[in-house]
């Protein structure tokens, strides 16, 4: 993809769904507790058209506290005024705004099982295909976020399947390496083939599914996020569409990450959160949360629009104190 | 709205639901029989992108056989590549393909009941309202199609509950006047002001409520259809959204069809469908469908995109050859 990026009609996709595999303990810290991990994608999705949750009283955050990276996106969509459209692909909770679907299942935990039915994947793809057809016509970029809880998991499993000795991400510091190196063997046993089909059906999940569904029919995307869009990027080589990532410096300084994996361009944000006043935005320089609901690429395109680095924060900061500390 | 419209980044939104009044005998025919009126909203959807339905084997027709103004629209869509969005505003089957949900209900029979609770219609004016905006950021031209059994008999009661004493067009030659009037009479007692919210929640529909929503959020958009345009129009007079009306010859030639009562500019477009060497196509000149799924506007839009009436009926003819009589 050219450095030059057409922004006057730009659009934000986001894709939204859950994973089974989430509910294996320690996973993910992509919820408060256990039970609050499926409203994650329903209630980030929220957060961008209302600044605040409408299925669940809190905004997502780790057990801990630590923001979701959605605040981030809010503020960019917020500075730069770039349109958003959500996409359910296989949600639990619908989230409580307008939304397109595309008919996915939920995906199966893949500790366990094959994550979706494979004539179920080739519903979400051919539904997807249609939506990046049409949106294709009318936004001169799109650039694709995810909010999927466990989706480094599904990631990492999709990358072994194509043959790659992956490391796999997380929002955690203290990675769950192990526990996730297990969960991705046991899984790619199921797989196949190296038909991008058949390791979405088998290791997979439905955002997977649904985001690979939009890239058959587009031309060009970014797509914005870490792990998880190295592993879409990856299985989506054979389309025609081309595909550029964009992250967080967070994800490029974890070792675990993965990005070398990236088989295109990748663009990396700076996001001067280590000098910010809040301890709760301070933790995404120490490796929590990291990246996520299209962050690093949305603050990349608020830069691109000509915001500075040092008035992101500012920003990022006043939507910290209104949406969490509620001041 | 000026007459030079920009086509550039034209979008169609096709907003599709369903009222059980459709469920009174005799009041339409938008369906081959009465058990599947309720699937020609999905299934029209399913048309445009697909060239034919999923949801059920043949498209959707008259009980003697007239085809879907959706064909119309899917043979415009075709020639000027216009991409489109589904919206489903209260549908009772969801069709098999990436739609957009403003979370509205199944409209209730209004010969009997408010058509919807007040704070349903409330939710999904706000959602159409975002949807609205996000898409007039991409959009250089909006047009708004609409498919809802038994929708001009909730057109009708609108209007008169707005102070009009609308006549109501339909589907059918022999219009059953006396029935939508009967229905239409004791709907509006149950109207207690000239709010728009109210009049919508007592005796309209949801996909009313969905395009009065999309109108909240949006500067300029051209309604494609009829009746149900018309009393749109009239509810959203109050809005900032400067409208217009496009429709085809068929309605403005129908002495029930109440144009006249539109409060902004209505363009006509001719179709010469009474030249057609099919009888399916020829009926519409007869009276029979006439209008719907932005069937006017869509082929008002091929017309400004430089196709000529004859090209546009050779092209019809060619569809119905493929889609109806599988030729």
Redesign the interface.
Same mark, same amino acid.
């Given at each position: 993809m050219s450095k030059n990026f057409d922004l006057e009609?730009a659009?934000f996709i986001l894709v939204i769904g859950n994973t089974k595999t989430a509910e294996i303990p320690g996973i993910t810290v992509a919820g408060a507790n256990p039970e609050l991990i499926k409203y994650t994608p329903p209630a980030d999705a929220e957060l961008l058209?209302h600044g605040k949750c409408i299925s669940i009283e809190s905004i997502p955050a780790t057990p801990d506290g630590k923001p979701t990276p959605a605040l981030l996106t809010f503020t960019a969509l917020r500075l730069t %005024? !770039? $349109?958003?459209?959500v996409v359910d692909s296989g949600l639990i909770v619908?989230p %409580? !705004? $307008?939304?397109?679907?595309?008919?996915a299942p939920v995906g199966e935990n893949i500790a366990k099982f094959r994550a979706m039915e494979k004539e179920d994947v080739e519903?979400v793809v051919k539904?997807?295909k249609?939506?990046g057809?049409?949106?294709s016509?009318?936004?001169s970029l799109l650039i694709v976020g995810e909010s999927i809880p466990a989706g480094t998991t599904t990631a990492g499993a999709a990358l072994k399947a194509l043959g790659f000795e992956p490391r796999v991400s997380s929002s955690m510091p203290d990675n769950p390496v192990d526990l996730k190196r297990k969960v991705i063997d046991e899984a790619v046993k199921r797989v196949h083939s190296k038909d991008p089909i058949e390791i979405i059906s088998a290791v997979g999940d439905p955002v997977m599914a649904g985001i690979f569904g939009i890239l058959n029919g587009c031309r060009r995307v970014l797509l914005a996020g870490g792990t998880q869009m190295v592993a879409i990027a990856n299985l989506a080589k054979s389309l025609d569409c081309e595909v550029s990532i964009v992250t967080t410096e967070f994800v490029a300084n974890d070792k675990n990450a993965d990005l070398s994996l990236a088989p295109c361009e990748v663009f990396v944000t700076k996001i001067p959160l280590a000098r910010s006043r809040y301890p709760g935005l301070r933790a995404y320089a120490d490796g929590f949360v990291k990246e996520g609901v299209g962050a690093g690429g949305m603050t990349f395109l608020a830069y691109k629009k000509g915001i500075k680095e040092e008035e992101f924060l500012k920003e990022v900061e006043r939507d910290y104190e209104r949406i969490v500390l509620k001041v």
């Open positions: 009609k659009l058209y %005024k !770039i $349109p958003l459209l619908k %409580k !705004i $307008p939304h397109i679907t595309l008919g519903k539904n997807g249609i939506l057809e049409q949106l016509k009318l936004a």
